[in-house]
T-cell receptor, first 114, second 113 residues
Framework: DVKVTQSSRYLVKRTGEKVFLECVQD?????MFWYRQDPGLGLRLIYF???????EKGDIPEGYSVSREKKERFSLILESASTNQTSMYLC?????????????FGPGTRLTVT | GESVGLHLPTLSVQEGDNSIINCAYS??????FIWYKQESGKGPQFIID?????DKRQGQRVTVLLNKTVKHLSLQIAATQPGDSAVYFC????????????FGAGTRLAVHP
């Protein structure tokens, strides 16, 4: 089974702090994604990476950056956390060897910025 | 997560009944659709997918119907069980879209004994 893990389930940070959210997948997937999930808005794509050291902006990249130094790890960085970044953050991965678009999700990190 | 369903449309069904969850998609160029299930405190899990050259696809207790004319997708769950209680998302993708999925807002399914 594909396993996508996220470093924390719950995180509380103060406004202005630099925040790192880590995601690791164990299936050698090329593509990795970061979403945020807010009530009534579904999942919105922040950034994605289709391979090591490659990254693309998603629909809501403002206030975020990412790092993909190794294939299995995709980090989301909040340079200066703000209260409007309080959300559930979901990481996902996908193999380009698959003919389907299915993405495998981690359990999520609920971030609260105070 | 726990609060995902708070502001979502909710479908309430009795255990044993069939459930139908609907989704309208936006991009007529989308050629692939997925249904995900998200239980409280967990990430979304794949249920079933369908390509745009199909109208219907069946899985175990689930059926997805695609109506491209009106850009509508539905998920049918037969003999709904308490374990089916979750938030359900449809997602669409199109070739050349960098494998991105575009998700709907979701529908919360509540199954009552």
């Amino acid at each position: 089974d594909v396993k996508v893990t996220q470093s924390s389930r719950y995180l509380v940070k103060r406004t202005g702090e630099k925040v790192f959210l880590e995601c690791v997948q164990d299936m050698d997937h090329e593509n990795m994604f970061w979403y945020r999930q807010d009530p009534g808005l579904g999942l919105r794509l922040i950034y994605f990476s289709y391979d090591v050291k490659m990254k693309e902006k998603g629909d809501i990249p403002e206030g975020y950056s990412v790092s993909r130094e190794k294939k299995e790890r995709f980090s989301l960085i909040l340079e200066s956390a703000s209260t409007n970044q309080t959300s559930m953050y979901l990481c996902a991965s996908r193999s380009t060897r698959s003919s389907i678009y299915e993405q495998y999700f981690g359990p999520g990190t609920r971030l609260t910025v105070t | 997560g726990e609060s995902v369903g708070l502001h979502l449309p909710t479908l309430s069904v009795q255990e044993g009944d069939n459930s139908i969850i609907n989704c309208a998609y936006s991009n007529s160029a989308s050629d692939y659709f997925i249904w995900y299930k998200q239980e409280s405190g967990k990430g979304p899990q794949f249920i079933i997918d369908i390509r745009s050259n199909m109208d219907k696809r069946q899985g175990q207790r689930v059926t997805v119907l695609l109506n491209k004319t009106v850009k509508h997708l539905s998920l049918q769950i037969a003999a709904t069980q308490p374990g089916d209680s979750a938030v359900y998302f449809c997602a669409e993708a199109f070739s050349g879209g960098y494998n991105k999925l575009i998700f709907g807002a979701g529908t919360r399914l509540a199954v009552h004994p």
